[in-house]
């Protein structure tokens, strides 16, 4: 199984950005996938996740701003960033948990990450 992202780029402040997240590979389930975001000097942080029942979670600063989304029939997880700030500056890095068609169980999967710049 492998994930890659897409979509970031450079962007002024108040702009929109649309990242994409496609799973390759012979896939049996997906469970929780999700966005993280790390800047230079800390830790990678959660962004939004989403379950395979749809149930999303949000950083608090994103609320309202971001959209979570997720094609199972694709499997490709979809991050909508409205509204972008400086703040949001970062490399993107999708994730999942994932189980692939002959594999006993799930495991985490990491995408290649994607930058994404807000010019202020």
């Known amino acids: 199984v492998q994930l890659q992202a897409s979509g970031g780029g450079l962007v002024q402040a108040g702009g929109s950005l649309r990242l994409s997240c496609a799973a390759s590979g012979i896939i049996s389930r997906t469970n929780v996938m999700g966005w993280y975001r790390q800047v230079p000097g800390k830790e990678r942080e959660l962004v939004a996740a989403?379950?395979?029942?749809?149930?999303?979670n949000y950083e608090n600063s994103v609320k309202g701003r971001f959209t979570i989304s997720r094609d199972n029939a694709k499997n490709t997880l979809y991050l909508q960033m409205n509204s972008l700030e400086y703040e949001d500056t970062g490399v993107y890095y999708c994730?999942?948990?994932?189980?692939?068609?002959?594999?006993?169980?799930?495991?985490?999967?990491w995408g290649q990450g994607t930058q994404v710049t807000v010019s202020s």
């Open positions: 989403i379950l395979s029942s749809g149930i999303t």
């Open positions: 994730y999942g948990n994932i189980q692939c068609a002959a594999c006993a169980r799930a495991a985490d999967y």
